[in-house]
T-cell receptor, first 113, second 112 residues
Framework: GAGVSQTPSNKVTEKGKYVELRCDPISGHTALYWYRQSLGQGPEFLIY????????DSGLPNDRFFAVRPEGSVSTLKIQRTERGDSAVYLC???????????FGPGTRLTVL | AQSVTQPDIHITVSEGASLELRCNYSYGATPYLFWYVQSPGQGLQLLLKYFSGDTLVQGIKGFEAEFKRSQSSFNLRKPSVHWSDAAEYFCAVGSYGNKLVFGAGTILRVKS
């Protein structure tokens, strides 16, 4: 079956611009996670959705970052007023529910010039 | 707070040699532990996981890991490495809500 997909695969933007990153989870997975992976580091947790609601957004670095999952499937990570330090690979994962295996997408590489 | 330490940034082994990648964690309760592999341009793939029970866990691609509570370790092993195993390996610990805390990764190079 289809895995987790993320679009775009690459995004280049200028400092100060707004970007949206999309994640399509595996069909039927109720849990969805966003992580950020900076160069030379492991992924860092950003936010976790159970269904439509954000169950844990403790990893969002500041209020420029926001994520939604309005119908409990596709999720969009939104970054306002991008900064060069936001450059990273943004990973999405989904799972059947809590305490089950997370399946990761290929990521979106964001470059802020 | 939960944390994961992977002491080795890079490891080089000869093809056919055995492999052990180290992972130490800090967690207040019984941890959920994972090893993932990431190849260039690809997403993270789960190799194996430990939730409870037998402390020696078998995974895909011939990998295994052993949970040692007394040492707070979850080291990954493979008896004979193949050139295709060259990749970056991440150890992770699960916490409330199943968010994962990852180590910084170990890059494995395989010499032919």
């Amino acid at each position: 079956g289809a895995g987790v997909s993320q679009t775009p695969s690459n995004k280049v933007t200028e400092k100060g611009k707004y970007v949206e990153l999309r994640c399509d989870p595996i069909s039927g997975h109720t849990a969805l996670y966003w992580y950020r992976q900076s160069l030379g580091q492991g992924p860092e947790f950003l936010i976790y959705f159970q269904g439509t609601g954000a169950a844990d957004d403790s990893g969002l670095p500041n209020d420029r970052f926001f994520a939604v999952r309005p119908e409990g499937s596709v999720s969009t990570l939104k970054i306002q007023r991008t900064e060069r330090g936001d450059s990273a690979v943004y990973l999405c994962a989904s799972s059947l529910g809590r305490d089950t295996e997370q399946f990761f997408g290929p990521g979106t590489r964001l470059t802020v010039l | 707070a939960q944390s994961v330490t992977q002491p080795d940034i890079h490891i080089t082994v000869s093809e056919g040699a055995s492999l052990e990648l180290r992972c130490n964690y800090s967690y207040g309760a019984t941890p959920y532990l994972f090893w993932y592999v990431q190849s260039p341009g690809q997403g993270l793939q789960l190799l194996l996981k430990y939730f409870s029970g037998d402390t020696l866990v078998q995974g895909i691609k011939g990998f295994e890991a052993e949970f040692k509570r007394s040492q707070s370790s979850f080291n990954l092993r493979k008896p004979s490495v193949h050139w295709s195993d060259a990749a970056e390996y991440f150890c992770a610990v699960g916490s409330y809500g199943n968010k994962l805390v990852f180590g910084a990764g170990t890059i494995l190079r395989v010499k032919s």
